[in-house]
Structure formats: C-alpha cells, structure tokens
C-alpha cells in the first residue's frame, strides 16, 4: 500500500512539475496540433484598427481557458477576417455538428469569452463577441467568399473586441 501511495504521490508531482514548466516556456500549437499557453510579446496598449495587421501572412493562435480548469490553457491555430478596421476569426464546422460540439476551443469561448490572440509574435488579449447580426454575417461571407465552403458546411464567425 506505501508503494502504491508512493508511486501516485510521484506521478501527480512529476505531471505538477511538467505543467509548471510548460507554463514558463509555453506551448505554442502547430498545424496540427494544439498548445496550451502562447508565447511572445504582450501588447498593451489599445489596437481598435487593425488594418495594419491585414498584411500580415503570418500565423494567428489563440489561446482560450479551460471550461473545466480555467488555470489550464487551451490554444490553436486559427483563420483570421480583416473587415472594415476590424478583425474576426473563424471557425467552420461540418453539416450535422452543433456549435461547440466540433472544436474544444469553442466551447471554452462561450464559457469565457476572454482570449490572448498571437499574430506575428504579438499577443493581444481581447474577448470575442460571437456575430449574431445577420446584416454583419452576410457582408462578411460577400466579403471573404462563400464559394469554397461544401455544402452544409456552417461558418462561425467570432468579432475581437477589447477587453470588458
């Protein structure tokens, strides 16, 4: 039983001592695969254009919190909308998936809405407000193309407002 005491003792320390260290140096997410906490250069200041960041081919992550452990963080690699000085991201789900059932990083967003957003090795922390104005959502899709969607593929379209 001491054994038994030990060897879980040390498997819950060793696992406490790995998400201490990927907290420190982060665990950006790739392709792939997805991270837990971003790493880069805070911006603090406000951005409310961000048309200049449109040019920008580089990657976009974001980086939500856990539903069921809002100290763990969740993050993933994500398509990005310039539209009017504003920035959306996107998430597309096939036909007969509900939202948040597809993506582990919706269902955190509509738990918390509070996000970090990494683009060029900045991090932005903003909250996502869901577009729910169907005039906003179809100018968006004219804008940016529906064309390439299949049939019964569905586009959920978050807008990155500063933090409430």
Do not use: C
Request: cysteine-free; charged content about 20%; aromatic content about 12%.
């Amino acid at each position: 039983m001491k054994r038994f005491a030990l060897i879980v003792g040390s498997l819950a320390a060793g696992l406490v001592l790995l998400v201490l260290i990927v907290r420190g140096v982060g665990f950006n997410p790739g392709p792939t695969r997805p991270g837990m906490w971003l790493t880069g250069e805070l911006v603090t200041e406000p951005l409310s254009d961000w048309s200049s960041l449109a040019r920008s081919p580089g990657l976009t992550s974001i980086q939500t919190r856990n539903w069921f452990l809002p100290s763990l963080a969740h993050s993933v690699m994500i398509g990005r909308f310039h539209y009017k000085d504003r920035l959306y991201v996107a998430s597309g789900y096939p036909a007969g998936i509900e939202l948040p059932n597809g993506r582990h990083w919706n269902r955190n967003v509509l738990v918390d809405p509070h996000v970090r957003i990494g683009i060029d090795g900045k991090l932005y922390d903003r909250t996502l407000v869901y577009v729910t104005d169907p005039t906003e959502r179809e100018e968006l899709l004219k804008a940016f193309g529906q064309t390439f969607w299949s049939p019964g593929f569905y586009l959920h379209l978050w807008r990155v407002a500063p933090l409430e």
